[in-house]
């Protein structure tokens, strides 16, 4: 029922390389499409920032060792290339560095699916949490694209606090200072689902058909709703969100019109605009959620700076009282 592949952009080209072309509907086709435009589209950070990355990772093992020379060496060569990385583009901010994608493919009719949620809704009834676990497990028809970025406003600055730190001989710091620099790296997201790929590429194959065809457009017509409602028994849309309820009446409005005059052009194009919105309406917003954990991050520092401001401000009125009564 389900089949699952997972590779990182590195390997995608040898997937693409090895896979003879198929039917323009065919989910495979169109899965590879899709890796094909996201490795377009993924920009490879530049290789200060790796090499300043794998030197920060290689510099908190050697602190586990409790070798400080050699970490503050790599902290010092990590802070020189995420500078120079910086220096030849100051606008850098959420930098991707790597893209994992995963395929899980569900083979059911809508109709099939709705007897597994039917039964699962059973088990949940008599309380049979795992048993109802194993049957909705497999109830994915998606790609899901992670991405990993590194916040460029904040990470180098850890490199540099934690090279201080150890110029203090403070190992503990400087491994606080780098865990926090690590849990700033932000794994975002993005959900494609293959029933509405699958949908809007009939869409296209109904409407690239010559108009005398009237049978083979209605029937991928009729094929695009059928893939249109899986979306919908899976959860990836909602039969009474706008979206879901004007594809249908235009799918319905179209294969209408191809029975009378068939003067479709127009509605061929406001239905193929409306899926693609929803096909992208899907994903997660990447660069929304990474600043938004990135500014959680800077006010959580903002109010430790706080604290620690008004600890050593009360500290210091003690020490001033001291003074003055010697």
Do not use: W
């Not at 890796?35 to 920032?49: G, N």
């Not at 910086?86 to 109709?111: M, R």
């Not at 919908?232 to 879901?244: A, F, H, I, R």
Request: proline share 3%; with cysteine.
């Amino acid at each position: 029922m389900k089949k699952t592949l997972l590779l990182s952009a590195l390997t995608c080209g040898l997937l693409l390389s090895t896979t003879a072309i198929q039917a323009k509907s065919d989910t495979k086709t169109l899965v590879q499409h899709q890796i094909t435009d996201s490795k377009k589209a993924f920009k490879q950070a530049p290789k200060e920032i790796i090499e300043g990355l794998q030197d920060t990772s290689k510099a908190v093992r050697y602190l586990q060792h409790k070798k400080i020379d050699e970490a503050k060496k790599l902290l010092s060569d990590a802070t020189e290339k995420f500078d120079k990385a910086l220096k030849d583009n100051p606008a850098l901010d959420i930098v991707p560095l790597d893209e994992q994608i995963a395929v899980y493919e569900n083979l059911s009719s809508a109709k099939e699916i709705e007897d597994i949620l039917t039964a699962a809704q059973e088990m949940l009834a008599h309380y049979d949490v795992e048993g109802a676990r194993e049957v909705l497990a497999p109830l994915k028809d998606e790609m899901d694209i992670m991405t990993t970025s590194i916040p460029m406003k904040l990470f180098p600055d850890a490199t540099k606090e934690a090279k201080k730190a150890l110029d203090n001989k403070d190992i503990k710091k400087a491994l606080e200072i780098l865990a926090g620099a690590f849990d700033t790296m932000v794994e975002e997201y993005a959900v494609i689902p293959l029933p509405l790929l699958n949908a809007q590429d009939l869409i296209l194959d109904a409407a690239a058909l010559d108009k005398t065809k009237k049978e083979d457009a209605t029937a991928l017509l009729d094929a695009a709703k059928k893939e249109l409602n899986k979306a919908k028994v899976l959860g990836y849309t909602n039969s009474k969100s706008p979206e879901y309820k004007a594809l249908v009446d235009q799918i319905d409005a179209v294969k209408k019109e191809i029975k009378g005059k068939n003067i479709v052009e127009k509605m061929y194009d406001k239905l193929k605009s409306d899926f693609s919105a929803l096909v992208h309406k899907s994903k997660v917003t990447k660069v929304n959620k990474a600043e938004a954990k990135v500014n959680k991050f800077q006010k959580k520092e903002a109010k430790k700076a706080i604290k620690d401001t008004a600890t050593f401000d009360k500290d210091a009125k003690k020490d001033e009282a001291k003074t003055i009564q010697k």
